[in-house]
């Protein structure tokens, strides 16, 4: 009996095989090939290079304590006395005379863990929601399109509330906290992978490779897992790198509406922008710091991702 | 045709429905509550209790449900607990500044990112391309309430040339029509007024169209790339047909298809996602109504407006599925 | 759904109007400058937040009584630009010695905006209206105030409301109203200062008595009087011109008939900004001629920018709470007192406060009668911190630390900055502090319940006395302290059962030393909230309790 499906599988995946060949790991092969000589990949990689390197060694890099109020007796806020930069401390201190430079590094580590867990968060939980939408509607016959049809009501739902909005409301159930913010950030770009991953897996069900192994007798959950669903990660991939960039700035919102992470003792660029912006008018450059931080992470991330979208996507090939 | 539209409409319902227990159930897990948030700090807890049963929400959470659903019948959403109006009123009120808003910076959106994104297409590999799309992969990656405090900071501020708030100069006499003050200025012929709510309306809108602006540019562009490659205007151009036509007539028109659905969905997001916009530029719409809810526990308006959104933005991407199903038979099918 | 106003062209109206005055001959001066600005150009005030209803006795925050001060007045005023009670719309007043009878003498000549004249009846009219309040209009967020200080009402709705203290008001004579109550209380004379017993003229009264709070049981609506200019006549300085809901402003006009000093500009218009500093911006670019509550670390730019920052007196208090129920540690005296050390409440003064601001020896500022000069003080000092732990045993105490977020009381500026220094002068000192935060609307009952050991919080004085602000925290146990020790409690029962105000005030100040000596937490500032305006403008006398009165105000 297992030596027979065993040979049934063959067989689909020997008629899939040219095809993959030709459109599947080829075109990754290729894919990164070009991106190795497209400039915006490279200035995308290395600024996401950068910030990781900075996230992970920041402790070895910070001159000083981010929480140490070592030089609290030289600002007054309240009087608009503050200290820019200084052979001790690089980017000045800020509001409770705290060294910015090691803020700005050890902040870089709170961003990176927001951004990396949301996405991952989203795309787990999306890819998930998607891919057994995809494989029902493709794969389940009538049933399968009602259990499609079902999930994607509630897909539809998480996609009538804005991002933002959504976000906001699982951070005042949550509570305040980081866990809530990756969480509330999270949630709110499942819609979007579910989306994109049902979409593609629905298009690579029509394909030839998909139909040949449905008629010798595959089975259906190896068509599925084996076949379909690698061939349609292109574009959740493209939208994960994209999702690390976006889940930075609505973190970064989310701190702006007082809904960030409030332990005063872990720095992050989202929080330490939303209470410069009190600051504003006496030294924006606490502000100007954690905001350029962000654009440029984000920048990165997004580069990244644009040169994958655009070398994996045939219509904008040269 | 008919049947798709009907089809479409009949899913929406449960979209609806389902949303509204979510959300009531959300809404009342909400830590704390109105009982706390609307009296000082002093007093009593017998007050805050008293309080809270007069508001009902001491009944089991189906029970409230229940009401709800029965005034929501009746096309009631219930008041407001922050300001003692019904919500319809309050929605009423604050959705013109919502759409004016919107509506703005999806036209800043339109008339500059459809032609930028063309230039940038046909300069494809340029310095320009280069500068477009890097300028809008800028704007898509600055956070929007930093940007509009940028903007505020050079524009109003150190410039002077456009307000840094509201909606109109206070005090400005004007007659309310529609609650759109430009259109109610045109309407009334009181060109002040309009002219006034118009210059109000700059920075945020320009504030709010960064997003738009760039996946409106880049879209275009993309398509614009996409049907330059198509055979028919390779045919076109090579039959010696004026440039000017090639490009209105089949370039343009072809690539704008997916730039227009993204215009419908780009809209229903603006309506509702201008919270941060709004704050910044004290607009009173609803996004600011909205955040300041979740702050009081106002529930009825959390409810309310939210649902009130959804349904629209289901609206909208109904109408958009709609007319793409006219532009393309082809999704019809599917 | 729309109000509908007849539309004017500015233009042609302005031109208009100009001519008229050139046509007679008058203001020879005026055509030089354009016109007198108090007269052509409206007074622009930015608040906080939306007022909630233009009837005073219907609401209980600030953003309100902004706007309802300026229009309906009470018997009695706090002095302007300071924190001693006064006559207001009564001239005199007094009292019976057992406190339970107040007898007021009313101004004369006083009218309201809708022509009636000021008389004892109308002021009973006032009183018996609220007391006679049925329905939702006994829910506490509708008349709080009337609560607050008078308990309940004529027919209580709900079991819990306690039995009302007022018993009746009555017309000695035409200007000579007399309230009695049924037991003293030390809520008077203040009480009567507060914005939400505004005297609205008994037509006014008779005019919306029909009108209820309404909606369904749990979502009331307030009635329709109290949204819209025009039902309801005062007798202040300004009246209610126009509530614009879309445009989120009230617009006040002047009362030429006003029975003081009229006012000088002729029209104010109070707009919301909710947001700090979007507020800020909106002056600096001239949209607003003034805003309340200004970030401290604004106020010098503001001012080196020309802009006016009159001082406010202190009215409040930020207080550390220590609750023993939350940690047993605290029962220790040694360890209150040591943590009171540990504690640089001057540099938090220094930094965080606005100009003004004072480190706090009790939990009254010195502006209300019955602060005490010979407290028990406790100055920052970390070595006599570690000792006073040592000798307690508590070397290595840990302890959890809430404070509020998304939140600035005007005693608390920046509660994440004083709580981020607090946090580090206590590890200075060997505590180690588990921080827990919580949004304000959840802050107050996670602290109320006992979850929290150490917590920031104060109070703003409603008028001028201590048990307003010592009451509702030391005159029994309160679980949001966690505390019994008799010595406190009898210090406040001996002022609360004192009918004689001026007896009071001694009894106060036995009260802040016993109350100092047991440290139930630690004081920290009195901090005034800054108020701002524009170089044009002059400005109203800056109030301690935050009640300006925009008649004083004028272009330059």
Redesign the interface.
Known sequence: MAARTERIDRLAELTAARREEAEGRGVWREAFARMSRNPMAITGAAVVAVFIVVAVLGDLIAPYGPTEQNWGDEVFPNRNVFVGPRAENWLGLDNLGRDQFSRMVIGARQTLMVGVVAAGLGFTAGALLGGLSGAAHTLGGATGRRVDAVLMRFVDMMLALPALLLAVSIAALLGQGLVTVMVAVGTAQVPIFARLLRGAMIAQGGRDYVLAARALGARRRRIALAHILPNSMGPILVQLTLSLATAIIDAAALSYLGLGNPDPSVPEWGTMLADAQRFLSGAPQLAVYPALAIIVTALGFTLMGEALRESLDPRLRK | MLRFIVRRVLQAVPTLFGLSILLFIWVRSLPGGPAYALLPENATAEQRDALRRAMGLDDPVIVQYGAFLGRLAQGDLGESLQTGRPVLTEFAMKFPATVELAVMAMLIAVAVGVPLGYVAARRRGGPLDALVVGGSLVGICTPVFFLAFVLKLLLAEQMGIFPSAFRQTPGIDATRITGLFVVDGIATREWDAAWDALMHLVLPGLALSSIPLAVIVRMTRAGVIEVLGEDYVRTAEAKGLHRRTVRGRHVLRNAMLPVVTAIGLLSGSLLAGAVLTESVFAFGGIGQFIYSATQTRDYPVLLGFILIIAAIYVAINLLVDISYSLLDPRVRVS | ???????????P?AAAAALALVAAGCAQSDRDTGGDPNETQ?L?FAGT??P??LDPALA?DGETFRVTRQVMETLLVHESGGSEIQGGLAESWEQSEDGTEWTFHLREGVTFHDGEPLNAEAVCANFDRWFNFTG?YQ???QT?YW?NVFGGFAENE?E??PESIYESCTAEDELTPVITLTESSASFPGGFTLSSFGIMSPASIEAVADQE?G????????PEYS?QAGDIAGTGPYTYGEW??????V?LERNDDYWGEPASVK?V?I????????????L?????HGYDLV????????K?AGFQVPQRDVFNVLYMAYNQEASEELEDPDVRKALAHAVDRQ?IV??????GGQVATQFIPDTVEGWSSDVATYDHDPDRAKELLEEAGQEDLTIDFCYP??VTRPYMP?P??I???I??DLKEAGVTVE?D??????Y??HT?SGNCSLYL???TGDFNEAYNFLG?WFASYD?AWGFRDDEVFEAMEAVASEPDPEARVALYEDANETIMDYLPGLPISHSPPSIVFSPDVNPPNASPLTQERFQEASFK
């Open positions: 759904m729309f109000k509908r106003r007849n539309g004017r062209l500015i233009a109206a409206p622009i937040g939306d909630r209803s209980n939702d829910s506490s967020n709080y609560q709900d819990d409301l709070v909606g369904e049981e749990g979502a009331p609506v307030l949204q614009d809901h879309d445009a989120q402003e617009t029209t218009i707009k919301t900004i909710s947001e700090e500093s979007a507020r800020r911006q909106a600096e670019a001239g949209d607003v970030a401290p670390a604004d106020v010098e730019p503001l080196e540099r220094d930094t965080i406060l606005p100009e977020t998304e920046a994440k900055d709580f981020d220094i946090q580090a921080a935060s919580k949004p304000w609307d959840e107050i009952p109320d919080l104060g109070w509702t679980s």
